[in-house]
Structure formats: C-alpha cells, structure tokens
C-alpha cells in the first residue's frame, strides 16, 4: 500500500512540473520560449511530442484519434511520443466535503469516460497499447466501464488496478490534473480536440486534417527529411 501511495505522489509531482513548463512555454519572452523549445524539441531524430487535449465522448477527438493519430503512429511509430489529455472543456468543482465533482461538456456519461481514460494514461505505459486503448475506448464510449472492461480484453491490458483508479479518488485527482493541464494552454482552448506539436499550437486545421504530414514538416524543420515523409 506504501509503494502504491508512493508511486501515485511521484506521478503527481511529475506531472505538475510538465504543467509548469507547458505554462512557461506559453508565457515567457519570445527569447525564452524558442530555449525552451530548443529543448522540448532536442536533436532532429528525435520523435514529435505529440500532446492531444480532447474528451471521450467528443466525435471531433473521436475522428482525429481514429483517423489522423492512430494511422501516424502505425506508419510511423519512432516519429512520435503522444500525451493524452482527457478533459476538454469541462469543470473542476470541489463539492462542501471536500470531493472533487466535473462538469463536462458531453454530460455525466463523458465525465465518467474521461476518468477512465485518465486511468489508462496513468496504468498503461506500452505506448502503442496506450493508444490502442484508447482508440478502442473512444470508437464507442457509450457505457464506460464496458467499453474498458471490452477494450483491455482485447489489447491484454490489465484490468484491476485501472478500475481501483477510477472507482476511488485517484481517478478524480487525475482529471484534475488534466483539467489543469488545458486550462493552462496558451492561446486557451476554444476547440476540442486542440492537438500541440512540441508545445506549439500553430496550424491547428492542418494538423487535424493530416497529422502525418504536419509531423514531418516539424522534423525536416531540424533536419534531413526522414526517408518515411518522402
């Protein structure tokens, strides 16, 4: 219990120093911010860090995790490393006991899928079963619970500490974190999913139309074009 406990504050204190360097990539100089981008970016082979800010019951995020993420990363799997965020345009309230209660834009249902999927993020670490996971979840996310318990079937993925995660607080306190997550983009959220390429938000139409070749661009930005962009 010690080590479950432990494990969950390193992910927290983590996660909120990747929330503290996306806020200062939106808010510092120019100066600054191509520094920090010269770092989030490193060495021109390395992948696009892809981070994705939808919500579960959203058809928009639906076709572009379906459509756009998933084929990328088949085609091209070193070229990419995605960060899923669960949350969109919701709300955090923190109720009189102290509890943590969301507002999401699709209603209860999406509330309860975005938990789940906070979960998976949290749990899964095999990058293409993350994605795997969650393309399964999101294609019909109707009953939460049953498109989980029907996708970790599918892709092995293991099933119980996933659901203690989102049957008790900690499911909750990751939300949060994603909620905090979106609120702390820059220019803000006004569409979902809004997807970001090193931390930049640019061209947005073009990255949800064809995110392959949005990648590449970035990547011949560094350097050679890779031989898989030709």
């Known amino acids: 219990m010690y080590q479950k406990r432990l494990m969950r504050i390193i992910y927290l204190l983590i996660f909120m120093i990747v929330l503290i360097l996306l806020y200062k990539s939106f808010t510092n100089s120019p100066e600054t911010t191509n520094e920090?981008?010269?770092?989030?970016t490193g060495p021109s082979d390395a992948p696009v860090y892809v981070m994705v800010f939808y919500e579960a019951l959203c058809p928009d995020s639906k076709n572009f995790i379906l459509k756009q993420l998933h084929p990328t990363f088949t085609r091209a799997p070193n070229?990419?490393?995605i960060q899923f965020v669960p949350y969109g345009k919701g709300e955090t309230l923190i109720q009189s006991d102290g509890s943590l209660f969301f507002e999401c834009q699709h209603g209860p249902i999406e509330c309860e899928a975005n938990i789940i999927h906070a979960?998976?993020?949290?749990?899964?670490?095999?990058?293409?079963?993350?994605?795997n996971m969650i393309a399964c979840m999101i294609e019909n996310n109707l009953i939460p619970k049953d498109a989980f318990h029907r996708c970790?079937?599918?892709?092995?993925?293991?099933?119980?500490?996933?659901?203690?995660c989102y049957d008790s607080p900690h499911g909750a306190e990751l939300l949060k974190l994603h909620g905090s997550a979106t609120h702390a983009l820059r220019p803000e959220v006004s569409f979902i999913p809004t997807i970001t390429l090193d931390g930049?938000?640019?061209?947005?139409?073009?990255?949800?139309?064809?995110?392959?070749?949005?990648?590449?661009?970035?990547?011949s930005g560094r350097g050679p074009k890779p031989a898989v962009c030709e």
């Open 200 to 219: 930049q938000q640019g061209r947005q139409a073009s990255i949800l139309k064809d995110l392959f070749s949005e990648v590449c661009k970035v990547i």
């Open 152 to 164: 970790a079937k599918q892709h092995s993925v293991e099933i119980e500490s996933i659901q203690k």
């Open 36 to 40: 920090i981008q010269e770092e989030v």
């Open 79 to 81: 070229m990419i490393e």
């Open 119 to 131: 979960c998976v993020v949290e749990a899964v670490h095999d990058a293409r079963t993350r994605l």
